[in-house]
């Protein structure tokens, strides 16, 4: 008989090759030459070790807003400051580093810098928490529109109170000594990627090992049961979302003092967008955020490449992204079909 969670592998295995398979056919016939242009995507991100740390490189804020996502939609609440926390998180890092650096050696300097960003992303990120479990005000129209303050008061700030004199448009210079060490310099891969897989992990073992994680899994399950059992709800919809937000802010701190010198963003990443598909993969479950997020850097570094050495432009890759989505929603919509009202809350995503 085969088990609830080994039939969650394999269907989540189906749906990876049936989106393969799509990309595939997607190729050939945007392709002159698909034969080659297919190799050239499946083969290219594998091909040296640079590519591969690319792939490396790629998961890295996936990760973060990944795992941001599930802990806010495990609660039930849709929030979209995932892409503005990881903005706020990023350039928080980027203006305090270069002041606060100095002559100092070691990392303890970006590492606060990182925190504080984290930290400015979860203040931010309280509003349209507090907003939803107070007044009832929608959550993600809320939080949608704050994405786009968080993104013009970042540019004021830049253009006019913390930007390079000597530049236009950018903060000033990260230094080394302001930045993540490498794991591979040469390799241009960060101490981050070690960073957003120890993030990963404690987000799962936070969501499914701890009272907390539990009583959000309940009351994204129920609300009103969870009421009955004496769980405050209201608490549960503000912590579940400023816990996301840090976790976005902590990402962009991470990605942007261990893979740039500058922030030099003129608009939002889409990172925090990037989170929901990943979290769909991922079933809304940590455990698999590193596993969804490979997957998606490896097929836009292999769409990356296709674009450098074929005729197929890089812009393929959203459309391969939104079929992805289609085949894991119809993956995840079937499973709830098919499911009782109240499965078990405790088992799901114990040993992972």
């Not at 495990?74 to 650096?101: C, D, K, R, S």
């Not at 529109?145 to 830049?158: C, D, K, P, Q, S």
């Not at 309940?218 to 912590?239: H, I, K, S």
Request: a neutral charge.
């Amino acid at each position: 008989m085969i088990g609830r969670r080994t039939k969650g592998i394999i269907a989540t295995a189906a749906a990876l090759v049936v989106s393969m398979l799509f990309a595939v056919i997607l190729v050939c016939v945007a392709s002159e030459e698909p034969l080659d242009s297919v190799v050239v995507f499946l083969a290219e991100p594998l091909a040296d070790f640079y590519t591969i740390c690319r792939i490396f490189t790629e998961s890295i804020p996936l990760m973060f807003t990944g795992a941001a996502v599930c802990i806010m939609t495990a609660a039930g609440q849709f929030n979209m400051f995932v892409e503005g926390g990881f903005f706020i998180g990023a350039f928080v890092a980027a203006a305090l580093a270069p002041e606060l650096a100095g002559d100092s050696i070691g990392i303890m300097i970006p590492v606060a810098c990182i925190l504080l960003g984290a930290l400015a992303s979860g203040v931010i990120g309280y509003a349209p928490a507090k907003l939803k479990s107070r007044l009832g005000v929608d959550e993600f129209v809320c939080s949608l529109m704050l994405n786009y303050i968080a993104l013009w008061v970042v540019l004021f700030l830049v253009n006019n109170v913390v930007g390079d004199p000597d530049m236009t448009n950018v903060t000033k210079y990260l230094e080394d000594n302001a930045k993540l060490p490498f794991l591979s310099q040469d390799n241009e891969l960060s101490f981050g990627f070690a960073v957003a897989l120890a993030v990963s992990a404690l987000a799962a073992i936070f969501l499914y090992r701890t009272k907390w994680g539990f009583s959000i899994r309940l009351c994204g399950a129920n609300p009103q049961f969870a009421r009955y059992c004496g769980v405050e709800t209201c608490r549960v919809v503000v912590y579940s979302q400023v816990i996301g937000a840090v976790l976005a802010g902590l990402g962009g701190g991470v990605y942007m003092l261990g893979n740039y010198y500058r922030f030099a963003w003129r608009s939002l990443p889409n990172y925090g967008f990037d989170g929901f598909v990943i979290a769909i993969m991922a079933h809304n479950n940590p455990w698999y955020v590193p596993l969804a997020s490979l997957f998606l850097a490896y097929i836009r570094v292999g769409a990356h490449q296709m674009a450098l050495y074929t005729d197929v432009q890089n812009e393929m890759v959203y459309i391969i992204q939104g079929l992805m989505i289609i085949v894991f929603g119809a993956k995840i919509l079937a499973e709830r079909i098919g499911r009782k009202p109240f499965g078990s809350l405790a088992s799901e995503g114990g040993s992972k």
